[in-house]
């Protein structure tokens, strides 16, 4: 079955609604140059999820530089994803449109800009997204205490783009 959405980068005229589906979907949210930075400097990995015409969510990622290869793995890790926001529409939940946009991103970060691996911060509450993050190999490597603003703790997740198919 064709999925009832598609996938496109962003432009500066979906702003509107991709800030509208941020404030409806999130707690957290950013001001309109947050958005456009973003845009501005990754527009590969700023991706939307549109339905006949409206936005049904969103991706917005930064690629972050690693260490500088020293010869030994730990330090080794070059480029770096960072999933910073996704957002879907609570009406177009559980259609694969979450799925879809980071699959996307992910494809963007190492092809497009040669990231290694790709990291995100998720509310512990969020069990439908923390199992969406797994469903695509996303491993939990720590739980930061206090992490977000209402002081809610949150899981850093991690997933090495060499293994990704």
Do not use: W
Request: hydrophobic share 35%; proline share 4%.
């Amino acid at each position: 079955m064709e999925p009832r959405f598609t996938l496109r980068r962003f432009k500066p005229e979906d702003l509107d609604q991709v800030v509208y589906t941020n404030q409806a979907s999130l707690p957290e949210n950013y001001s309109d140059g947050f958005f456009m930075d973003l845009y501005e400097r990754f527009p590969e990995t700023f991706i939307v999820a549109e339905r006949d015409g409206t936005i049904a969510g969103y991706i917005m990622c930064r690629i972050e530089g690693g260490f500088p290869s020293l010869g030994f793995r730990p330090f080794n890790t070059g480029k770096k994803g960072h999933i910073i926001s996704i957002a879907v529409l609570p009406e177009h939940r559980r259609k694969g449109v979450g799925r879809a946009l980071v699959n996307e991103a992910l494809r963007a970060m190492s092809d497009r800009y040669g990231a290694k691996s790709c990291y995100l911060e998720v509310r512990t509450s969020n069990r439908s997204a923390i199992d969406l993050y797994r469903k695509e190999g996303f491993q939990i490597e720590r739980t930061v205490r206090g992490y977000y603003s209402d002081g809610e703790d949150a899981h850093i997740m991690s997933l090495s783009l060499d293994l990704k198919g």
